[in-house]
């Protein structure tokens, strides 16, 4: 294996390779490709995201954010449809993020809730053919936080343009990476194929109600970055294989939230203030070392929190940070309690779950 291949490679896998390893020097060398590669990662976000904050306005940070994150995942994985076919899920995915975010804010909260789980669980359900691969989490952190950041006028026009900037970078990288894949795969073969039988139809189903629910609860009763309540249940939610016991997350995910809230809180208080925009880059260099889910709570926080302190102070952000997640898991686990009870009396899920396991 050469340097450049060694980049390619998830932290898991670094770390198991480094498990292995029998000497000090090759040990060495994948340390230092994890490194380099957290370092690149961040550098290119740096740069990717504030080129296009600085073309379309600061306030479509957020889409340029989501872009950024499709297209590190679209390098390696593909939406398992002819080339055609994925291409207009692309698109079909970025004219649901521009539009509903926005949409949902001027309407009742029954329509909300029905607009809400109708558009996440499309873009579940076309992007998301093997949960394992992590598109569930990927789209569905896309979905809650431009919901957390809607545009009006205006800006929302730059943000469409914005999004069809993205589309084509996205579409080239699909293309080179992914254009002699299931080509012979099309997508009403998906749609003839669905049933609540598959387990991961199950799954996105579970989601879609589980995030809908929680995003128009927390727009309704005004939760202040209500969409940090959103990030916390579809985060328990989208574990996969499906399971009714989301336990392990939710305190997984408290763990985590407030370890990182508390290292930031001290952090934030000690150094410098000319030193404190660089806490985000420090939280995105930590997460490329992370492979335990409650490391990766706790550094996501560290970037979170610098964005909010501007606004709420650092105590108020933390303590929002905080409550936001404690709402957010417990939403999360009534939701998968309440599911597993409804679709119990009418599937049998415990076959199929044992054998997503094994595949898993």
Same mark, same amino acid.
């Given at each position: ?24 020097? *090759?040990?060495?060398?994948? +340390? ?21 904050? =600085? ?18 995942? #679209? ?12 291409? &207009? ?7 649901? $993020? ?31 053919? @093997?949960?394992?691969?992590?598109? /569930? ?10 919901? /957390?950041?809607?545009v009006y006028g ?5 943000r469409a343009m ?9 579409? &080239?990288?699909?293309? @080179? ?13 998906? #749609?003839?194929?669905?049933?609540? =039988?598959?387990?991961?139809?199950? +799954? ?23 969409? +940090? ?9 989208? *574990?996969?294989?499906?399971? *009714?016991?989301?336990?392990? @997350?939710?305190?997984?995910?408290? &763990?985590?939230?407030?370890?990182? %809230? ?7 208080? #000690? ?6 925009? #660089? ?7 930590? $997460? ?5 889910? @409650? ?14 302190? %501007? ?30 009870? +409804? &679709? /119990? ?13 094994? *595949?898993?």
């Open positions: 294996m050469n340097f450049y291949q060694a980049l390619q490679m998830d932290p898991s896998v670094l770390k198991r390779k480094i498990a292995q390893c029998n000497t000090t020097k *090759e040990k060495r060398f994948y +340390w230092v490709a994890m490194a380099l590669r957290s370092v690149l990662i961040v550098a290119f976000a740096v740069l990717f995201i504030s080129t296009l904050s =600085h073309f379309f306005g600061q306030e479509n940070t957020p889409l340029a954010v989501a872009l950024f994150c499709f297209l590190l995942g #679209i390098r390696f994985v593909n939406f398992e449809y002819c080339m055609k076919d994925s291409l &207009i899920t692309l698109a079909i995915t970025l004219f649901i $993020l521009v539009l509903v975010p926005s949409i949902v804010t001027m309407i009742p909260a029954f329509a909300a809730l029905l607009l809400h789980f109708v558009s996440f669980f499309l873009i579940i359900f076309i992007t998301s053919q @093997r949960p394992e691969l992590g598109n /569930g989490r990927l789209y569905s952190f896309a979905y809650v936080y431009l919901s /957390g950041n809607p205006a800006v929302l026009e730059k914005l999004a069809l900037v993205g589309y084509m970078i996205c579409a &080239i990288v699909l293309y @080179r990476k992914h254009r002699q894949m299931h080509t012979k795969v099309r997508f009403h073969h998906v #749609i003839l194929h669905f049933n609540l =039988h598959n387990i991961v139809h199950l +799954w996105q189903l579970r989601m879609a109600i589980g995030v809908s629910l929680v995003l128009t609860a927390g727009q309704f009763f005004g939760v202040e970055r209500f969409m +940090w309540m959103g990030f916390a249940c579809a985060s328990l939610l989208s *574990e996969y294989p499906y399971s *009714e016991n989301v336990s392990g @997350r939710f305190s997984q995910r408290i &763990i985590g939230v407030f370890a990182g %809230s508390g290292i930031f809180f001290v952090i934030f208080s #000690i150094i410098p203030e000319s030193f404190h925009s #660089i806490l985000g880059v420090l939280g995105g260099l930590c $997460l490329g070392f992370c492979t335990d889910y @409650r490391y990766k709570a706790a550094c996501n926080c560290i970037g979170a929190l610098m964005l909010a302190t %501007s606004i709420y102070g650092v105590q108020g952000a933390v303590v929002l940070r905080i409550v936001d997640t404690i709402l957010g898991v417990i939403f999360g686990v009534i939701v998968a309690f309440l599911f597993h009870k +409804w &679709i /119990g009396v009418k599937f049998d899920t415990t076959k199929q779950t044992s054998q997503a396991n094994e *595949e898993a």
